[in-house]
């Protein structure tokens, strides 16, 4: 079937780096393809989307992948690496564990990976006291972040513009958490052209943003 007869409505799952950097373009992707299909979005952390795509509740997602399970396809989307940011405001004198520990740090939600490698490297590494601040949403810490109230690693897809304008340093710090893996994933039975287009549409449009 060609593309410009499909019709209905796309099931999209999507984390939220990728709402909060590529989303906008991958949208008008998929409307040049597929102008019948309308696009039921849903931005959430990657453990909810990927019980929903399970489940059937979503058709396809854009997520930290890949998923096991013997009827999902994964596409890859790439690798995405981190980076410690602050504000130019905070007083940070050097990069060693020390420093970094007499901030406050912003991080992911408590039940993402980010979060548990994350506190696992200070517990393991730092006896003092230090303030790990979590939030399941990325756009308030990274705000936090500008405004100094914290430092965090984040990926450079998404702060370079802030870096570029000054509105935030990096920091040298050594240990990073995991870089995140996307990958495009939706059920492929039945059989879907419409889903297998989107996923591969997904992977060319990540593919120019990295």
């Known amino acids: ?29 998929l409307r040049q393809v597929f102008p019948n299909v309308d696009v039921e979005l849903r931005v959430d ?12 509740s979503l058709d396809l997602c854009l997520l930290n992948g890949p998923i096991s399970n013997f ?42 990976r980010h979060f548990v490698e994350l506190s696992a490297h200070f517990r393991d590494g730092w006896e003092g ?16 972040t500008i405004d100094g109230l914290g430092i965090a690693p984040m990926s450079r897809t998404l702060v370079g513009r802030h870096l570029e304008a000054g509105e935030l340093v990096e920091v040298p710090y050594p240990w990073k958490p995991s870089a995140l893996i996307f990958t495009a994933s939706y059920a492929h039975t039945p059989a879907s ?18």
């Not at 006291?129 to 936090?144: C, H, K, N, T």
């Not at 052209?193 to 120019?208: I, K, S, T, W």
Request: hydrophobic share 45%.
């Open 71 to 112: 009827n999902i396809t994964n596409i890859d989307l790439g690798s995405v690496p981190y980076l410690w940011v602050a504000s130019p405001k905070l007083p940070l004198a050097d990069s060693d564990i020390a420093t970094m520990a007499s901030h406050t740090i912003l991080t992911h939600a408590r039940n993402t």
């Open 129 to 144: 006291p230090i303030r790990i601040v979590p939030s399941s949403s990325l756009a308030a810490s990274l705000q936090m």
């Open 193 to 210: 052209f419409l889903l297998r287009r989107a996923a591969e549409l997904a992977g060319e449009r990540a593919a120019l943003h990295h």
């Open 1 to 29: 079937m060609r593309s410009d007869q499909q019709a209905g409505v796309l099931r999209l799952g999507v984390a939220e780096l990728i709402a909060q950097t590529w989303l906008r373009d991958y949208l008008l992707d």
């Open 45 to 56: 952390l990657t453990i909810n989307l990927r019980e929903e795509l399970v489940s059937r």
